[in-house]
């Protein structure tokens, strides 16, 4: 059975067709729900094995990145996202999608770590191609150590933790850092205009300690074919096979029931 | 009177960084105001004062302020804030669209605090900056008001004063207004027109007495404003399609030629498009946009327009709606398309001006820039729709007008692009609610602007909300898709005047105002009819579709409304509670206004040669080309848009490894799932245009065919479209450039086979100073849309690998009038190129079919700058490789030219292409005898070296290049 993908709607949500094409190349289904309708049937939520939050300005991100959204998933998801989790299900938000996973409380969930996502540094909207390192924690997805394009396109992707440094430590032991911002020769870096946003420590993504709960702020729904990369594919930035990888596995971590 | 309230106001927490503080202190410093500490930036917002505190601070910790990265400060009703004597209060003035404050009125419901019901939080948000050490608080007034806010929509105050919620709008009585024009002279009538701002001449009020006079009733006031909306330059185009006499004189002012126009657009422009009817046109100049095929099955809609006036008073305000307009225009194509690309220009005064240069009551041209992206970058992103193409024109023709065109494309099936509402059907309504924004927006663009424009036309100013406007094209694509529409368009200049009027033009209409929702109470009926408040469609449905349209609305929570019907009595009736306001025959309408033939005259353009300098410093005079601000690199604009959401970017406006090789046309991918896509260009060219508007615009247009027929798309299906912006076209001058213009576009088509399907004019771009009066150069925007069938058949302009030949095709001329190098070295007026027509279609036809066929690794055009600037923006965004040229190598006599015309010149329709050794003997197959050279080769240096038959000319390596060209880090 094809793994079923639930795609929240909601006022804002932008980049809904090209992650649906995405999840459908790797060999989903997708059905798409605006949040109203899900706020009057959270149990819709059940009929899935992937709940996934495009890119966007939800509510024109006017509260800050995600902030609105968030909350009502927080007040009227909460439960059913639990469930879904619990019973093997996999979780995934990009971009404006990861802002409100980690806005409502959904990643990283490291006990003791506040953190947040603010205005680059540039304090400028910052669209690029950017290259990310897989780390040890998204080893499950991808190979430890690759490299996967994607686009940058945000003006709030600044991750900024309350104690710093000495959170970054702490989401290491947890083993929730999924991928960093790398330069050319693939070493993660946090300089401009490898990593556009300035994140503390060249944070690119963030996964839950199941595995099942992932986030990052580059679109990887946008590098579906070599014809899209910034050299045509002529190798500076992968194959152009990278992205439609990154969805098989990301498909591959739902282990629901229903999937069994 | 003000409503007292709560103040929230939040700041960088201590520690975090506030780029903000530091860019407000900055702006203070230019205006003269230097602060001894640090300035923190905040926002701040008003919450009602029956509130308790305890509740106020739950919505300020919960939802307002990031508990990680700010600081909370809460202020009670009648409390002065502490540090308010050093603070700027910066808010919007009464009426002014807040839409961070709807957000948080909606949001405050999701927090269940007691005695909050869903959607009756008041609340207002402004921004605050506060002064960490003491300061004059006068002083930071007077220069916080012009450098941190826009005295046209905002206010300034201090934190000490009393702050709370504005108090209503004033209201206007809603009464039934007669006019007396029967007893009116012809001075009162026009009295009477500068009064209401009708924007009609005294022939237009002569006509409009006329008919009462017939129909033996007095006009009532919103049946004038009506008229007025309907008959505006800006929606009727009267220049254009009205009766011309146009005279060439010789350089001695002497007559040459004359002919006579009867409708100048349908006779030059449209003439062109009926003439070569292409099978593949779908809708042209009948709809918002023109629409051409992309399949069998699906077309694609490209619309561009202009938003200069608004633009010139607030240019962040003014360029985002023009955005926001012109994806209305391709939601209000046939009964929907699907936005899938923006395109912007912009052309503002010189860079670096001195305030005190300005004209009175004008915007510095760098502030002025940096508003209109802002704009376009705030709704476009909002939108999710890639801005991909566009330039920056840089003259000091436009200090006191800036020009501000945005353009988009958008899908659409086939089935869908005929629409005609049908009597019976409901005229809904649906999106943004309306205010007074934009009263008068369409005749206050038909009239030049002025120094006291800023004060007395703020109400023709409109602030945007793009995620109403993106809910508004998920209602509508899915009510599309759901076949519940039989008619659809947006409303733009004239609100809902214009959109029921030109909806119900063959069948009439009846309209309840009282039904229209309000953003706030105490509308005049006639302000409700023509006001051009954002984000609101006007669409025809069935009756029985009612029901499904409004549970579509209720999902996406967007507010529906039952204006009134369609008829079929022809007519146009306003009522008011049951009650009469207006009656007008549809025929009269749009059919009643005069047209008086007007004078055009055109002087000569200059027939002497261009000066080419013999002697020069090669290296540098490239670098100058390079950081001229027409060639410069747009790099840092370019990454402020998202252009690759939707992922179907393919040919990116920056190209290359790095992305700092900037890009001709760029190829867009509607449909992921399918190979086919568009290319799309532009072509601008004033500086040839202000000596010769027939060469400027032909050169424009060839620059946008270029474009697009570089990156790959097949110059046999390219669709045109024309944006004029001109000076005041009453006066013969102004007029008789226009004329040549349009000549020029009817030629260009023709030749081309290249039909415009769509177009806009925007006439009076002029300043008024006391007596002195400032056009703007005669400027053609021409944009090109053409069908990619293939988008895996597409080149950028980087080079791709060494060893590979460079070719020249294309003839390169002498002529150098507007050219950077003649601006450059001040070589004035003189002979300016123009295309020809009897060989370029042949050539991009050659050119076309080589990148078809494989053969072309990499092209690019020359434009600005010419060869030398061309070939170094090759070797910009490759990766490690390089250029080495002979100029002794141009095809035919033209190595005799002047090195200088041969490193410079701007003669059109020529390429750069790279192509393989093994593949050249194929590319000369396709050229047969059209004009080409092999001028070099593909190396890996690193760097541009040209020589002429063996004397070395220059050389600059990628770094140099790119400082040249101001490529950002």
Same mark, same amino acid.
């Given at each position: 059975m094809k793994p079923r993908v639930l795609q929240l709607f909601a006022?804002?949500?932008?980049?809904?067709r090209e992650l649906r094409f995405a999840f459908e190349q790797a060999g989903a289904t997708v059905v798409e729900h605006h949040i109203s309708t899900l706020m009057a049937? !959270?149990? /819709?939520?059940?009929?899935?094995?992937v709940f996934a939050i495009p890119g966007g300005f939800t509510y024109?991100?006017? /509260?800050?990145?995600g902030r609105v959204l968030a909350l009502e998933v927080e007040r009227f998801l909460a439960d059913e996202l639990q469930a879904l989790h619990h019973r093997g299900g996999t979780l995934f938000g990009v971009c404006n999608g990861f802002q409100v996973l980690v806005k409502a409380g /959904? +990643? !990283?969930?490291?006990?003791?770590v506040r953190l947040s996502l603010t205005w680059n540094t540039s304090h400028r909207f910052e669209c690029r191609w950017s290259r990310l390192k897989v780390e040890e924690a998204l080893g499950h997805i991808l190979p430890v150590g690759s490299i996967l394009p994607a686009v940058s396109a945000h003006a709030e992707g600044q991750l900024v933790l309350a104690e710093g440094a000495a959170d970054v430590a702490r989401l290491e032991q947890a083993g929730v850092i999924a991928l960093r911002y790398a330069d050319a020769s693939g070493e993660a870096c946090a300089d401009f205009p490898h990593c !556009?946003?300035?994140?503390i420590d060249a944070i690119a993504g963030l996964v839950s300690t199941s595995g099942r709960i992932l986030g990052l702020? !580059?679109?990887?729904?946008?590098? +579906?074919?070599?014809?899209? /990369?910034p050299d045509r594919g002529a190798g500076a930035w992968g194959t152009g096979e990278e992205g439609l990888a990154f969805f098989r596995g990301l498909l591959a971590t739902a282990k629901t029931p229903s999937l069994a | 009177m003000q409503r007292q309230a709560w103040r929230v106001e939040l700041e960088p927490a201590s520690g975090r960084s506030d780029p903000l503080g530091e860019a407000a202190l900055k702006s203070l410093s230019a205006r003269g105001l230097a602060l001894n500490g640090p300035l923190h930036s905040g926002r701040g917002f008003l919450l009602p004062a029956s509130l308790e505190r305890e509740t106020v601070a739950t919505i300020a910790n919960?939802?307002?302020?990031?508990?990680?990265?700010e600081s909370v400060r809460l202020i009670a009703p009648e409390q002065i804030a502490e540090t308010g004597a050093q603070t700027l209060i910066v808010r919007r003035m009464s009426g002014v669209s807040d839409p961070e404050a709807q957000t948080a009125t909606r949001a405050i419901g999701?927090?269940?605090?007691?005695g909050i019901a869903i959607d009756s939080c008041q609340v207002e948000s402004y921004r605050c900056y506060r002064a960490e050490d003491a300061v004059d608080g006068e002083a930071l007034l007077q220069a916080g008001q012009r450098a941190l806010a826009n005295p046209v929509i905002e206010e300034t105050q201090l934190g000490n004063a009393p702050l709370g919620f504005h108090a209503d709008a004033p209201s206007r009585p809603a009464e039934r207004r007669e006019l007396?024009?029967?007893?009116?002279d012809d001075a009162t009538l026009q009295q009477l027109s500068a009064d209401m701002s009708l924007a009609l001449t005294l022939e237009e009020m002569q006509a409009v007495q006329a008919f009462y006079a017939d129909a033996g009733r007095e006009a009532t006031d919103i049946e004038l404003e009506t008229l007025a909306q309907t008959w505006s330059e800006h929606c009727k185009h009267k220049t254009l399609t009205g009766p011309v006499l146009f005279r060439q004189l010789d350089e001695?002012?002497?007559?040459t030629e004359r002919r006579e126009y009867s409708n100048l657009l349908k006779e030059t422009v449209f003439a062109a498009t009926q003439k070569l009817?292409?099978?593949?046109?779908?809708?042209?100049?009948?709809?918002?946009a023109g629409v051409i095929a992309m399949t069998e099955d699906i077309g694609v809609a490209i619309k561009v327009e202009t938003h200069n006036h608004p633009s010139a008073l607030d240019p962040y305000g003014g360029a985002g709606t023009g955005i926001g307009g012109v994806i209305r225009d391709i939601l209000g194509t046939g009964l929907g398309a699907r936005p899938f690309a923006a395109t912007d220009v912009f052309c503002v005064g *010189?860079?670096?001006?001195?305030e005190a240069d300005l004209p009175p009551g004008t915007m510095s041209p760098d502030r002025i820039l940096d508003g209109v992206v802002g704009g376009v970058r705030d709704y476009g992103n909002r939108m999710g729709i890639p801005t991909v193409a566009g330039t920056v024109l840089r003259h *000091?023709?436009?200090?006191?007008n800036p020009l501000v065109f945005a353009g988009c494309v958008g899908e659409i099936p086939r089935k869908y692009v005929d629409k005609a509402a049908r009597p019976g059907d409901l005229i809904v309504a649906f999106g943004g609610r309306t205010g007074? #924004?934009?009263?008068?927006g369409a005749t206050f663009s038909s009239e030049a602007l002025h120094e006291e424009s800023e004060t007395?036309?703020?109400?023709a100013v409109q602030i945007g909300d793009p995620i109403t406007e993106k809910k508004v094209l998920d209602v509508l694509l899915e009510a599309r898709d759901a076949d519940l529409f039989t008619s659809v368009t947006d409303c733009g200049a004239g609100g809902f005047s214009s959109a029921v009027g030109e909806m119900g033009e063959d069948i009439g209409a009846e309209v309840d105002l009282e039904s229209a929702p309000l953003k706030? *109470?105490?509308?005049?009926p006639w302000e409700i009819w023509i006001s051009e408040a954002q984000e609101r469609m006007v669409a025809a449905i069935d009756p029985k579709h009612r029901g499904a349209l409004q549970q579509l609305c209720d999902t996406h929570d967007v507010e529906l409304t039952v204006l009134g019907h369609f008829a079929d009595h022809q007519r146009l009736i306003l009522r008011w509670h049951g009650e009469v306001f207006g009656d007008l025959p549809m025929s009269f309408l749009h059919g009643g206004v005069p047209q008086p033939q007007r004078e055009a005259i055109n002087s000569a353009p200059p027939q002497n040669a261009t000066a080419w300098?013999?002697?020069?410093?090669a290296k540098e005079l490239l670098e100058q080309a390079l950081g001229h601000p027409s060639v410069a690199s747009k790099e840092a604009i370019v990454r402020?848009?998202?252009?690759?959401v939707q992922g179907?970017?393919?040919?990116?406006?920056y190209q290359g490894a790095e992305g700092h090789g900037p890009g001709d046309g760029t190829v867009l991918?509607?449909?992921? #799932?399918?190979?086919q896509g568009v290319a799309l260009g532009c072509g601008i060219s004033p500086s040839i245009a202000l000596l010769d508007a027939y060469a400027g615009t032909a050169c424009a247009i060839d620059e946008a065919m270029r474009n697009v027929v570089a990156a790959g798309g097949s110059p046999h299906r390219t669709a045109l479209i024309d944006n004029f912006c001109w000076g005041d076209c009453r006066k013969p001058d102004r007029f008789g450039s226009l004329v040549r213009a349009a000549e020029a576009c009817y030629d260009g088509a023709m030749a081309l086979g290249a039909p415009f399907i769509s177009g806009k004019d925007s006439l009076n771009n002029e300043y008024r100073v006391g007596d002195e009066e400032f056009p703007i150069p005669p400027t053609l925007l021409c944009t090109a849309m053409a069908i990619v069938d293939?988008?895996?058949?597409t080149v950028d302009t980087t080079l791709q690998q060494e060893g590979n030949l460079l070719l020249l095709v294309g003839n390169t001329t002498a002529e150098g009038g507007g050219s950077v190098l003649s601006e450059l070295l001040d070589l004035g007026p003189s002979q300016v190129p123009c295309p020809s027509w009897e060989t370029s279609p042949a050539l991009f036809a050659a050119v076309h079919e080589g990148i078809r066929q494989g053969y072309v690794a990499a092209a690019h055009d020359l434009s600005e700058g010419g060869l030398s600037v061309a070939a170094a923006e090759m070797v910009l965004g490759a990766n490690g490789l390089g250029l080495e040229l002979d100029l002794?190598?141009?095809?035919g006599q033209e190595n005799q030219l002047p090195l200088a015309a041969r490193l410079f010149s701007e003669s059109p329709t020529r390429f750069l292409l790279e192509v393989p050794r093994e593949k050249i003997d194929g590319f000369a197959s396709l050229m047969r005898t059209l004009p080409w050279a092999s001028i070099g080769q593909v190396n890996a240096s690193g760097q541009l070296s040209i020589q002429d038959g063996g004397t070395a000319v220059l050389s600059l390596s990628q770094s140099a290049i790119a400082r040249a060209n101001g490529v950002p880090a």
């Open positions: 006022s804002g949500v932008n980049c809904d049937q !959270p149990e /819709l939520v059940r009929d899935c094995d024109g991100d006017d /509260l800050g990145a /959904l +990643l !990283p969930n490291v006990h003791g !556009p946003s300035g994140t702020m !580059p679109h990887p729904e946008r590098n +579906l074919s070599a014809q899209h /990369l | 919960r939802l307002l302020a990031d508990a990680v990265n999701l927090l269940d605090l007691p007396p024009l029967s007893t009116m001695q002012g002497q007559e009817s292409p099978d593949w046109c779908w809708s042209v100049f009948r709809d918002n *010189p860079a670096g001006m001195d *000091p023709g436009y200090v006191a007074r #924004d934009g009263i008068h007395i036309d703020a109400a706030y *109470p105490g509308l005049a300098p013999e002697s020069f410093h402020q848009y998202d252009h690759e179907g970017t393919v040919v990116k406006p991918q509607p449909r992921l #799932d399918l190979p293939d988008v895996a058949q002794a190598q141009l095809p």
